[in-house]
């Protein structure tokens, strides 16, 4: 459902605790293990994808799927996140060709080589074709502390863990939608701020490619950890 006005969001900072009332409806037992299983069932067919069409998706999925990720808990409510969708060919030939440079210093020798066998399994190199052959880019940044119009700043609390979250919301948001997606993090990332024209105040987190896989598509055959590998129950 989309609604036609939203309440626009003003920071709180100082405000008096004015809660109201949550009551959402209880799913019954036998409806809520059924999700649960279709969930999990769906969410272990996600992979991340370096080989995209370049057929369009449709814009208002990806456009909810952000509004998910939006929706994700943060440090003291402060949601420190900017999502900077990008579709335009150029722009996204210039990310990938500065992403490009980084990664081949990187790649040459800037990991070192226990970072350079974590990633041999992955068939990973310096070239990064998913940047313009996805047709569009989520790129995300974690606002390090609020700036307001006129230059006055506030500090955000628990930036990587609320931005985490919200990223992981998001990539959980496209696979549900039918899209595949991939997290980009070039090292360093600060050409992002250059070419997306970002303030003073936000920092890149990562480059997500969106898109459908290739008809050709591969990923590395790996295995998940098992959930007894991962879980502890006391």
């Known amino acids: 459902m989309t609604t036609t006005t939203e309440e626009r969001w003003e920071p709180a900072h100082g405000a008096p605790y004015h809660p109201v009332p949550y009551r959402p409806e209880r799913m019954e037992p036998a409806e809520s293990l059924t999700r649960s299983a279709e969930l999990r069932d769906r969410m272990r067919q996600r992979r991340s994808v370096r080989q995209f069409s370049s057929d369009p998706v449709p814009e ?11 929706t994700a808990p943060s440090g003291a409510h402060q949601q420190p996140w900017t999502f900077v969708l990008v579709r335009d060919p150029q722009i996204r030939r210039r990310i990938r060709e500065a992403a490009e440079h980084e990664e081949r210093t990187s790649y040459d020798g800037r990991l070192g080589e226990e970072w350079l066998a974590a990633l041999r ?4 190199d310096a070239v990064k074709t998913h940047l313009t052959d996805a047709p569009a880019l989520i790129v995300v940044f974690q606002q390090r502390y609020w700036l307001g119009a006129d230059g006055a700043k506030r500090k955000h609390y628990y930036v990587d863990e609320s931005v985490g979250i919200a990223v992981g919301m998001l ?10 997606a991939l ?8 050409f992002l701020s250059q070419v997306l024209g970002r303030p003073e105040n936000e920092k890149a987190f990562a480059v997500i490619p969106v898109g459908y896989p290739a008809e050709d598509c591969q990923v590395p055959g790996l295995k998940r950890k098992a959930l007894d590998q991962v879980m502890v129950e006391v």
């Open 60 to 70: 208002q999925v990806v456009r909810d799927a952000i509004a998910c990720a939006a």
């Open 121 to 124: 399994p992955l068939g990973t």
């Open 171 to 180: 990539l959980s948001a496209l696979h549900l939608s039918g899209l595949a």
């Open 183 to 190: 997290v980009h993090t070039p090292s360093p990332m600060r």
